[in-house]
């Protein structure tokens, strides 16, 4: 056979399959998502975005904008470039993606171990990003999620694109995987969109049992060096990511003592 027939029909039905498959996949898993978000009470019927990457490809998978969660399936996601613009002829591409899909898209493009997004409407986790407050670090397991407090993001309401500009501000180099953004919402992220969800269902239990220690008095965060510890023997088994730094060159950000928030409820 010629060898640029042969070619051709390796890229066609090789490589050219294995995206078709990858990408079903990631329809499959972001639409489970969906499901399980709202299954969980992670959700609101309606609002936030959820995608996921296609492995070694350009290429993602989102909720349509608009679309209550309970309505998603794989056939009516939308496939996007990572500009956040639908891919035409795809199916689902008759719908408009998510108003953030740019936002997910440059998430994508500049945190290269991400695979998942999700930004969704938990309940305690929206309360303290609607005050704009971090959630201290109070708890051995928020050291071992989060690495410390999880952080405050601001992004400009209305400005889609400003999601992803401040999920990459804020978690690019952290060990974070969620980021709280004022007035927005809570933005998780993870190598897939099951872990995002995952790490957005962990954020949702600490903002709640936080939220409920602070309610009841004095709230003491932990010390700079238990948390680190907790963090790396939590991590200890998992290869350094590319845009996280290991634990022990995480800025130390807090005091090397507890500090202590009064309660101003
Ligand atoms: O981001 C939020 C709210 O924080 C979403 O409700 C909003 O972006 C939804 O837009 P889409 O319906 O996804 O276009």
């Known amino acids: 056979m010629a060898q640029g027939r042969e070619a051709e029909l390796r890229e066609k039905y090789v490589s050219g399959v294995k995206t078709e498959v990858a990408i079903a996949r990631a329809r499959a898993d972001v639409a489970a998502v969906h499901a399980e978000l709202l299954r969980e009470g992670l959700a609101l019927p309606?609002?936030?975005?959820?995608s996921g990457k296609v492995p070694k490809a350009d290429l993602f998978v989102i909720t349509p904008a608009g679309m209550p969660f309970a309505e998603v399936a794989p056939e009516n996601l939308v496939l996007c470039g990572l500009d956040g613009e639908a891919?035409?002829?795809t199916p689902g591409s008759e719908l408009a993606p998510s108003v953030a899909a740019a936002?997910?898209?440059?998430?994508?493009?500049?945190m290269p171990a991400v695979g998942g997004v999700v930004h969704t409407l938990s309940p305690y986790a929206s309360a303290w990003a609607a005050r704009g407050e971090e959630i201290p670090c109070a708890l051995a397991v928020v050291a071992e999620e989060f690495g410390g407090p999880v952080p405050v993001g601001e992004s400009a309401l209305g400005d889609h694109d400003a999601l992803g500009h401040a999920v990459v501000d804020v978690l690019?180099?952290?060990r974070a995987r969620a980021v709280l953004l004022r007035g927005q919402g809570p933005v998780a992220v993870g190598a897939t969109a099951r872990e995002a969800a995952s790490v957005a269902g962990q954020l949702e239990g600490v903002a709640r049992i936080v939220q409920l220690a602070q309610d009841g008095g004095l709230l003491t965060s932990l010390p700079q060096s238990a948390v680190d510890r907790l963090y790396e023997e939590r991590h200890a088994h998992e290869p350094p990511q590319a845009d996280r730094p290991a634990a022990s060159k995480q800025p130390l950000r807090q005091l090397n003592t507890a500090t202590k928030t009064k309660t101003s409820r």
């Open 87 to 89: 891919v035409p002829g």
């Open 103 to 110: 936002g997910h898209g440059y998430v994508y493009r500049h």
């Open 172 to 174: 690019a180099g952290r």
């Open 46 to 50: 309606m609002g936030g975005s959820v």
